[in-house]
Structures are given as C-alpha cells and as structure tokens.
C-alpha cells in the first residue's frame, strides 16, 4: 500500500490516478464521493491529515473522497493552481474472492486399544512389586510403545462403587487406616497412599471392562486383585478388581461374564465375591495351591503341576466353553507362573510359553468375537527374575492384546 499523487486542477478538475484520468464529472462534492464512471468505485482511499490543509478537505475515510459538504470543492478548485493530494490506497472494498478450496477429510486416527493407567497406581509408600510394577510397565510403554495401544488415565473408582463389593468396615479401614490390621490386611504397612493408589487400579479395572464390552480389547496395569476378599485383604490384594468390574458390567445390563484366571495362585477372593452368581463363569488355571477353593457351580479350578501340562489345561478349559455365550472375558493375566519367579513359578513355564497362553487366550476370544478386558495380576521379581525380565513377560500380554481387533465405536 503506498501514497499517490492526485492532482485537483481549477477548471476542470482532473484526478490523476496512476495511469488514470478521472473527469471532474467523477468527482460528487455533494456526495463528497469519487466515481469512476459506471464502473463503481475504484477503492477506499485516506486522505492523510497532512494533506488536508493544502487541499481545503478534511480527511476521509472509506469510500469518500473528499470531505462532505458543499464548501469542499470550492476550496480545492480555488487553491494553489494544481494542490497535490497524498492519498493513501486502503483495503479493497470488495472481498476477494476466495480460491475454491477443495475439502478434503483427513484419514480417521487409527484406533488404539486403551491400557488404564495413572500415576495413583504406584502412589502406597509400600515398595513392593503390586505396588511398583505398574509403573515399570508404563515406563517401558513410553520408552517402546506397543503399536496400537495407548495409556488412558482412569477416573478413581467411588466409594459408592467399592461398597458394591466390598464391606463398608473395610473401604473405612483402609481409607483411614484403622483398624490396623484390617487395614494391612493384604499385607503391607499402611500409609495415606494406599487408598488413592487401590481406588486408581481398581477404577482402571472397571474402566477397562467397559471399554472392552464397547471397543472388544482394553486393559489396565493393574494388578492385586483376586485374594481380596469382601471384608478384608489377603495376599497382596486390597480390593478385587475383577469383582467389582464384574458388578459394574452386570449392572449396566451384560448378562454372562467369564472370568479367567490364569495367575499362578488360586482366585479364592474372586470365588466368594461372584462364585455363587449364575451369570458368572470362572475359569482358574493355578501352578502353586495358595488361595485354594472348592469351584462352586460349574466353575473350575485347576491345579498344573508339571509345565507340560499348562497349555493344554488351558485349551481345554477354552475350547470346552461356548465363548459365544458370553458378553465379555474378564482375563487375570498373571505372569507369576514364569519358572524364575520366586511366588508361583513353576519349571519350565518359560517366557515362550507365556507368549503362546497368551495368544491361545486372546485368539480364543477373537475366534468367539468375545469381547475381553485385562490386568496384569501376578508377577515377581526375583533371584531368576530382574526388572525388565518381569516387564518384558507383561508386555506379552499387551502385545497380544494390540493385534486384537477393535469395533468401532
Ligand atoms: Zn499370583
């Protein structure tokens, strides 16, 4: 944008407009407006206040040239001989027209598979492997994410939600810490972030068993579950997860759940808070008899002893159930099975052999279009067992889990 010369000569007035000449038959001092012939206007056009004086106009703005009134003219046409106005080119009145723009959608973001987890779950002063592994495995998603699979914060499970499985006395205790021993019941020391922590994990549980019935995959690195009982803690477990998700899902409408146990130790928690419900299944594939029950209905518990036995347990266990009678597989993924466990393992359940439970399991569940939803559950380091060994046997669960298919929402 720049300033032009426009020259105002006294008769007859000539505007010279770059290479234009307007007649003074374009310049309408009643309008105090210029027009260029039929054509409309050529612009918006400011008179710059130093101009004014020279010219006898006052400023303009927008599409007036010169100042309204009939004085106006007069004093331009009986100025100096030929006054020069500086006027200063404005934005065209006239949009432009904007370039036709083809709309194109971008791709849909693949779908991920949802892994619950947030910081809470690792929040008790406790340091111990339920208490830790959560983030062991969520540092290991960070530093090599499993391709389509994603962490989601949960939201912290109510109270109200708690008290659906679990005793009031008991949610009490371990919120405030008291009584003591009911408070340690799963056996650690209490301290204030116990309760977050246990109210994060189990709220990713829940949250991962309704966004399996809807997505047909999710998960959450929780683990501590299935000894909890509904007054107290025990083995680990404050409360149990698997209950509660369980509840959760039937009082949103599903009709059969399936629970299946693969930890290395006996689900007896999970057993008295659903075994006597008929809408639940519960399939426990144990090596190491802690937490030991008498299946109720037509639940089964089996007992491995030798590893060569394992995979084929579970087949049967899998292929002897309709998988399609179900609305949702709710899969306690323990890895404490792995031979260098110290709790649970058994020789000769190796790293490979946990691959293939896992993907007998989830290629199960896909054959059946059953919905399934995970938690980490057992698993501990040892002696014959680092770290990263314990995380690496984890993540062959959510590797499994990420090549299963999603429904679209
Ligand atoms: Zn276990």
Known sequence: MGYREVTLGSPPVVLTHTKMEYPASDLDTEAGSLRVGRRGWLGRYVLPAAAVGLAGCAPAVGPTLLASGPGAAARASTSAPFPVLMMKDAEPEVEPALAPVAVVEAPPEPKKVSVFYRPEYTLAGYSYDTTRKARWVADSLEAAPVAGLELVAPELLSEAALATVHDGGYIAAVRSGQPRGLAQSQGWPWDPGLFPMVLASNGGAVAAA??????????????????????????????????????????????????????????????????????????????????????????????????????????????????????????????????????????????????????????????????????????????ALDTAGLTDLHRLTLTAASQMPLRQA
């Open 210 to 383: 309704h966004t399996a019935l809807q997505m047909g995959v999710a998960g959450s690195l929780s683990s501590g579950l299935h000894h909890a009982r509904r007054a107290s803690g025990n083995g680990n477990c404050t409360f149990n997860g698997l209950a509660l998700a369980a509840r959760a899902l039937l009082a949103s409408g599903a009709k059969r759940i399936l629970v299946l146990d693969l930890d290395a130790h006996c689900g007896g928690g999970t057993d008295e808070l659903l075994g006597r419900d008929e809408r639940v299944q519960l399939v426990d594939v144990s090596v190491y008899p802690f937490d030991v029950y008498r299946p109720q209905q037509r639940n089964t518990l089996d007992m491995v002893q030798r590893a060569a036995d394992y995979l084929p347990v579970i087949r049967r266990r899998l292929d002897a159930l309709d998988g399609s009678a179900f609305d949702i597989c709710l899969y306690n993924a323990g890895m404490d099975p792995h031979e260098g466990c110290p709790l649970g393992g058994l020789r000769g359940i190796t790293a490979t052999v946990l691959a293939e439970r896992e993907h007998v399991v989830f290629d199960w569940c896909r054959q059946h279009n059953l919905p399934v939803s995970f938690v980490l559950a057992g698993g501990y380091i040892g002696p």
